[in-house]
């Protein structure tokens, strides 16, 4: 079965400079969420999109921005780079159009390593 | 707001033994629960879920539990073995906004050969 594809896998920028990370869902997911978990803590949720619309939206910061696409494919623009954007960034998908207690599944994450 | 707590943050056994690990939530207006493992430095793998309905769930010698009125979980490992040393994570779905995962901070499990 199809699962969750980030891409890519492992990042390395600056401090200031841009990112950009994709998140293909499951075929006919319609909602994608977006989760950071930074070094030893827990995953945080960022934000999340149903059907191309944003539909909630967690401790983001503003030098972040996401957007999902026509085809379901959301990506997450991160710039000016700080240090503390060093994380394992996690894209999970889900079905809300078959109700809420449809599982999120989840992707194998992006590494993104600030230097 | 949703707190999800799991206590101990640790806890190293040697092979063999049955393990319970915990996991409480603050608000018991849940979707469903869900159990995870993270190797260090790897992704989530989603272990079982359980809905708000059901009171348990099993696969192989994994069982989770749910009692939602009191706001607790238990996964049940069974005959522990070293490979089932990582950090296993609760997260909770609750009702209301976009249902997003709210997770407890990991218990680490080290099962010693």
């Known amino acids: 079965a199809a699962g969750v594809i980030q891409s890519p896998r492992h990042l390395i920028k600056e401090k200031r400079e841009t990112a950009t990370l994709k998140c293909y869902p499951i075929p006919r997911h319609d909602t994608v969420y977006w989760y950071q978990q930074g070094p030893g803590q827990d995953p945080q949720f960022l934000i999340s999109f149903y059907e191309k619309m944003q539909s909630d939206k967690g401790s983001i910061p503003d030098r972040f921005s996401a957007q999902q696409f026509s085809d379901y494919h959301s990506e997450l623009n991160m710039s000016s780079l700080e240090l503390g954007d060093s994380a394992l960034y996690f894209c999970?998908?889900?079905?809300?159009?078959?109700?809420?207690?449809?599982?999120?599944?989840f992707g194998p994450g992006t590494r993104l390593t600030v230097t | 707001k949703q707190e999800v707590t799991q206590i101990p943050a640790a806890l190293s056994v040697p092979e063999g033994e049955n393990l319970v690990l915990n996991c409480s939530f603050t608000d018991s207006a849940i979707y469903n629960l869900q159990w995870f493992r993270q190797d260090p430095g790897k992704g989530l793998t989603s272990l079982l879920l359980?809905?708000?309905?059901?009171r348990e769930q099993t696969s192989g010698r994994l069982n989770a539990s749910l009692d939602k009125s009191s706001g607790r979980s238990t996964l049940y490992i069974a005959a522990s073995q070293p490979g089932d040393s990582a950090t296993y994570l609760c997260a909770v779905r609750t009702q209301g906004g976009s249902e997003k995962l709210v997770f407890g901070k990991g218990m680490k499990l080290t099962v010693n050969p």
């Open positions: 999970a998908s889900s079905l809300v159009a078959g109700g809420p207690w449809y599982e999120q599944y």
């Open positions: 359980i809905q708000s309905s059901q």
